[in-house]
T-cell receptor
Framework: GAVVSQHPSRVICKSGTSVKIECRSL??????MFWYRQFPKQSLMLMAT?????????EQGVEKDKFLINHASLTLSTLTVTSAHPEDSSFYIC??????????????FGPGTRLTVL | GQSLEQPSEVTAVEGAIVQINCTYQ??????LSWYQQHDGGAPTFLSY????GLEETGRFSSFLSRSDSYGYLLLQELQMKDSASYFC???????????FGKGTKLSVKP
């Protein structure tokens, strides 16, 4: 099955620093990847849709200058949380679509990154 | 606006059948999906309904009625390992982006 990896799995940083999270599709090419944020015991909130070779599409209310997304290749998308603050502490999950999948809504999720900003 | 409604919690016993309902109101509709997420884990895809009717995959079935903006996930022969959160999600655009419901926490008791 399609596998998506995410790195790092956990990161603790000081307020004001930037953190980069990588999302990779290991055995398929993903022209489209998605970034979500999930608070404890809550739903997944779509932050942005990342398209290979073009600018990401951000959801309403998500600051594009704070959450920088780059999708430079068919297997890698990165999310950089710039000037992180404690309120940015959350679980960040990426997912990818496999264009070969017959299920239109099937996304393969990475294991997530737990970000804690002190 | 966009909203998906599903029960917050459901409890059932091993071997039983449980149905988790989902109603949705979205600006676009590209099918209804269900995902399972164990505590601390990543969501995993369970099913997808693009058209009205029932889709069956092993112990799990999913149903969609587009005219009623309603769907459900049916879990049969419940096992302890089925204890998890279950999310319904609506496909919103041609790129496959999903809007998730708040999730239903299923607890399976012995």
């Amino acid at each position: 099955g399609a596998v998506v990896s995410q790195h790092p799995s956990r990161v603790i940083c000081k307020s004001g620093t930037s953190v980069k999270i990588e999302c990779r599709s290991l055995d398929f090419q993903a022209t489209t990847m998605f970034w979500y944020r999930q608070f404890p015991k809550q739903s997944l909130m779509l932050m942005a849709t990342s398209n290979e070779g073009s600018k990401a599409t951000y959801e309403q209310g998500v600051e594009k200058d704070k959450f920088l997304i780059n999708h430079a290749s068919l297997t890698l998308s990165t999310l950089t949380v710039t000037s992180a603050h404690p309120e940015d502490s959350s679980f960040y999950i990426c997912s990818a679509r496999d264009q070969e999948s017959g299920n239109y809504n099937e996304q393969f999720f990475g294991p997530g990154t737990r970000l804690t900003v002190l | 606006g966009q909203s998906l409604e599903q029960p917050s919690e459901v409890t059932a016993v091993e071997g039983a059948i449980v149905q988790i309902n989902c109603t949705y109101q979205t600006s676009g509709f590209y099918g209804l999906s269900w995902y399972q997420q164990h505590d601390g884990g990543a969501p995993t895809f369970l099913s997808y309904n693009a058209l009205d009717g029932l889709e069956e995959t092993g112990r799990f079935s999913s149903f969609l009625s587009r005219s009623d903006s309603y769907g459900y996930l049916l879990l049969q022969e419940l096992q302890m390992k089925d204890s998890a959160s279950y999310f319904c999600a609506v496909g919103r655009g041609s790129q496959g982006n999903l809007i998730f419901g708040k999730g239903t926490k299923l607890s399976v008791k012995p």
